[in-house]
């Protein structure tokens, strides 16, 4: 649970990695999650790219400059959405194993080496 503090936390979607990186306001496990959410995005905006070129080359469609930033548009306000709705659980999964790695927070779902067997 995360502790309530007075200061307003900022809005750290809007923050680029270095701003958020150097906010004292921001928790470690939210800056994992941003980072996080952001690697997923990255990741879903270059599948979702090579998904749609098969799918927008074609004699009705036009291949401007203008038609392919506006394409870039979709696919990057797309996949921004897809990962902030959590869909794909990609950046969940990376948030937990590096808030783990990070906060030297054991992993319950391995067994642990340091545990002694009966001999």
Known sequence: MKPISATPSPDIGRLSIEQLAANPNVSDQDKIGEVSRQFESYLLRQYLGEARKPITHSKFNPEGET?????????????????????????NALKEQLIRQNLA????????ASRKTKS
């Open 67 to 91: 038609n392919h930033m506006y394409q870039d548009m979709i696919t990057s306000n797309l996949a921004d959405s897809l990962s902030k709705a959590g869909s794909f659980g990609l950046g």
């Open 105 to 112: 927070i054991p992993d319950e779902t391995t067994p642990a």
